[in-house]
C-alpha cells in the first residue's frame, strides 16, 4: 500500500503547484492553468505530463463523466482522478477515536469509530490499527494515514504534548507507521480542520481567512496570503491566557475570564454544576437557557458575549475575509446569536465593514477529515509545509 502512496513522489515544486490547482480548483483547462500559474503552454504541458502518466490526473471532457473518459471519449480539461487513493484520518479524543476515510478531494466515504479504555501509547495505537486495517479490508487502495490530536504536534510524528491524553514525547507517527505499513501524518487537531477548510471548504479561495474553534478546548488559527501561519505555539492552547472579562468566572481550567474559562464545554458545565448541584449535559443547558431558566441563561448569555468579543478582537487584528467558527460548541450561536452580534459590534469600530461570520457545527469527524487532508498534502503532494 505504501508503495501507491509514493509512486507520485517526489513531485517538483512546478507539478506540486500544477496538483494543487486543479485539486482545489479543478477540472480546469492547460491554457487556464497557465494563466492561474503565470507559466507558459509548454511548461504546464511539461509539468502535466508526469501527473498524468502516475494516475494523479486525468484528461476530462467538458460535462464528462469520469467513466465516459475511460471509455475513450475526447477530452482536454485535466481532472484529480479523486476516487484513485484514498486516506484515513482519525481524531483522537480523551475516550474516543473517530476514523473516516476519504478521497483525495476529502469527500468521506467510510466512518468508524471506537472508544478508548486508556491513554497508554500502545493501547491507543492498537485502536487505530484496528480502525485502520478494517479501512484497508473495504478500501485496497489507502494510501496513508492522518492523525489529529488536541495539543501540540513535532514534525508531523511526535506528540510533544497532549494534555487531554497525558501524553509528552510520543512517537505516534512511527508507532502506527509500524503497526500498519503505511505512512502517516501527525498533527494539530485545530491545524487539520483549517487545512481542510482552506482546501475544500469555507476558506476555499480566500486569502486571508480566520477559524475560530469551541468545545471541549478553543482553538485559534489565520490563514495569509493563502496559506496557514504555523508558529511554534500551534496546539499549546492560546485559550488560557487569551483573557476575555478579567471579572468573569474561575474555573479549574484557564484563566479567570479566559477564553476557555467562559466559552469550552467543559467550563460551561463546571459552572451550572457548581451553583446547581446538578450535573447536566451542553446540550440540556443550550435547551435551558432558551427556555429562559435563570442560571443557564445567565451563563450562556455570558458565553455569547465572550464569544462576540473573540470575534471582534479577531476581525480588529487579523483582518480576516471571513471568520469560520467550528467545533461541538457552537449550538451557542443558534441559541444565543443576538447577543454574540451586539457584542461583535461593541467591539468594533462603527464604521467596520460587517464582519464575514461562518458558523459550522463541526462533529469529529470532520476533525478526522482534516487529518486525511493533511495526510493528502505531505504524503501525495509531498509539500513540506502545508
Same mark, same amino acid.
Given at each position: 500500500?505504501?508503495?501507491?502512496?509514493?509512486?507520485?513522489?517526489?513531485?517538483?515544486?512546478?507539478?506540486? #503547484?500544477? $496538483?494543487?490547482?486543479?485539486?482545489?480548483?479543478?477540472?480546469?483547462?492547460?491554457?487556464?492553468?497557465?494563466?492561474?500559474?503565470?507559466?507558459? $503552454? +509548454?511548461?504546464? !504541458?511539461?509539468?502535466?505530463?508526469? =501527473?498524468?502518466?502516475?494516475?494523479?490526473?486525468?484528461?476530462?471532457?467538458?460535462?464528462?463523466?469520469?467513466?465516459?473518459? &475511460?471509455?475513450?471519449?475526447?477530452?482536454?480539461?485535466?481532472? @484529480?482522478?479523486?476516487?484513485?487513493?484514498?486516506?484515513? +484520518?482519525?481524531? @483522537?479524543?480523551?475516550?474516543?477515536? /473517530?476514523?473516516?476515510?476519504?478521497?483525495?478531494?476529502?469527500?468521506?466515504?467510510?466512518?468508524?469509530? &471506537?472508544?478508548?479504555?486508556?491513554?497508554?501509547?500502545?493501547?491507543?495505537?492498537?485502536? =487505530?490499527?484496528? =480502525?485502520?486495517? *478494517?479501512?484497508?479490508?473495504?478500501?485496497?487502495?489507502?494510501?496513508?494515514?492522518?492523525?489529529? @490530536?488536541?495539543?501540540?504536534?513535532?514534525?508531523?510524528?511526535?506528540?510533544?504534548?497532549?494534555?487531554? =491524553?497525558?501524553?509528552?514525547?510520543?512517537?505516534?507517527?512511527?508507532?502506527?507507521?509500524?503497526? !500498519?505499513?503505511?505512512?502517516?501524518?501527525?498533527?494539530?487537531?485545530?491545524?487539520?480542520?483549517?487545512?481542510?477548510?482552506?482546501?475544500?471548504?469555507?476558506?476555499?479561495?480566500?486569502?486571508?481567512?480566520?477559524?475560530?474553534?469551541?468545545?471541549?478546548?478553543?482553538?485559534?488559527?489565520?490563514?495569509?496570503?493563502?496559506?496557514?501561519?504555523?508558529?511554534?505555539?500551534? *496546539?499549546? *492552547?492560546?485559550?488560557?491566557?487569551?483573557?476575555?472579562?478579567?471579572?468573569?468566572?474561575?474555573?479549574?481550567?484557564?484563566?479567570?475570564?479566559?477564553?476557555?474559562?467562559?466559552?469550552?464545554?467543559?467550563? @460551561?458545565?463546571?459552572?451550572?454544576?457548581?451553583?446547581?448541584?446538578?450535573?447536566?449535559? /451542553?446540550?440540556?443547558?443550550?435547551?435551558?437557557?432558551?427556555?429562559?431558566?435563570?442560571?443557564?441563561?445567565?451563563?450562556?448569555?455570558? #458565553?455569547?458575549?465572550?464569544?462576540?468579543?473573540?470575534?471582534?478582537?479577531?476581525?480588529?487584528?487579523?483582518?480576516?475575509?471571513?471568520?469560520?467558527?467550528?467545533?461541538?460548541?457552537?449550538?451557542?450561536?443558534?441559541?444565543?446569536?443576538?447577543?454574540?452580534?451586539? #457584542?461583535?459590534?461593541?467591539?468594533?469600530?462603527?464604521?467596520?465593514?460587517?464582519?464575514?461570520?461562518?458558523?459550522?457545527?463541526?462533529?469529529?469527524?470532520?476533525?478526522? &477529515?482534516?487529518? #486525511?487532508?493533511?495526510?493528502?498534502?505531505?504524503?501525495?503532494?509531498?509539500?513540506?509545509?502545508?
Amino acid at each position: 500500500m505504501t508503495t501507491l502512496a509514493a509512486s507520485w513522489l517526489p513531485l517538483s515544486p512546478g507539478e506540486r #503547484a500544477v $496538483a494543487i490547482e486543479v485539486l482545489t480548483h479543478g477540472p480546469l483547462s492547460r491554457s487556464e492553468l497557465a494563466r492561474r500559474l503565470d507559466l507558459s $503552454a +509548454g511548461s504546464v !504541458t511539461r509539468l502535466t505530463k508526469p =501527473l498524468i502518466e502516475s494516475g494523479l490526473l486525468v484528461e476530462v471532457a467538458e460535462g464528462a463523466t469520469l467513466a465516459e473518459v &475511460r471509455q475513450g471519449r475526447p477530452s482536454q480539461p485535466l481532472d @484529480i482522478v479523486a476516487e484513485s487513493r484514498m486516506f484515513a +484520518g482519525f481524531k @483522537i479524543t480523551q475516550d474516543m477515536v /473517530y476514523g473516516v476515510v476519504t478521497t483525495l478531494r476529502s469527500d468521506i466515504v467510510a466512518r468508524r469509530d &471506537r472508544p478508548l479504555a486508556g491513554h497508554d501509547p500502545d493501547e491507543v495505537v492498537d485502536v =487505530l490499527r484496528e =480502525l485502520t486495517d *478494517g479501512f484497508a479490508r473495504d478500501f485496497p487502495g489507502l494510501a496513508g494515514i492522518g492523525i489529529g @490530536i488536541g495539543g501540540r504536534a513535532e514534525d508531523r510524528s511526535v506528540v510533544d504534548e497532549s494534555a487531554f =491524553l497525558d501524553w509528552h514525547d510520543v512517537p505516534l507517527g512511527r508507532l502506527v507507521e509500524e503497526r !500498519t505499513g503505511l505512512p502517516v501524518v501527525v498533527e494539530n487537531d485545530v491545524a487539520a480542520l483549517v487545512e481542510a477548510e482552506s482546501w475544500f471548504g469555507a476558506g476555499r479561495g480566500l486569502d486571508r481567512f480566520a477559524v475560530l474553534t469551541i468545545g471541549a478546548g478553543i482553538g485559534y488559527a489565520l490563514v495569509n496570503c493563502g496559506k496557514r501561519v504555523a508558529t511554534a505555539e500551534d *496546539g499549546v *492552547g492560546y485559550g488560557r491566557f487569551w483573557i476575555v472579562n478579567p471579572n468573569g468566572p474561575l474555573t479549574p481550567d484557564g484563566e479567570r475570564g479566559s477564553a476557555v474559562s467562559l466559552l469550552t464545554i467543559p467550563s @460551561i458545565r463546571y459552572q451550572i454544576r457548581a451553583a446547581t448541584g446538578r450535573d447536566v449535559s /451542553y446540550d440540556e443547558i443550550l435547551a435551558l437557557a432558551a427556555e429562559g431558566e435563570p442560571m443557564a441563561a445567565r451563563v450562556i448569555d455570558e #458565553a455569547a458575549r465572550a464569544l462576540g468579543t473573540l470575534v471582534a478582537q479577531i476581525a480588529n487584528f487579523a483582518i480576516p475575509q471571513k471568520i469560520l467558527l467550528a467545533g461541538e460548541g457552537v449550538g451557542l450561536v443558534d441559541v444565543a446569536e443576538p447577543v454574540v452580534q451586539e #457584542a461583535i459590534l461593541a467591539g468594533r469600530h462603527p464604521r467596520a465593514e460587517p464582519v464575514n461570520l461562518e458558523t459550522k457545527v463541526s462533529d469529529f469527524h470532520d476533525w478526522a &477529515r482534516g487529518a #486525511a487532508v493533511l495526510a493528502i498534502q505531505v504524503l501525495v503532494l509531498g509539500a513540506a509545509e502545508a
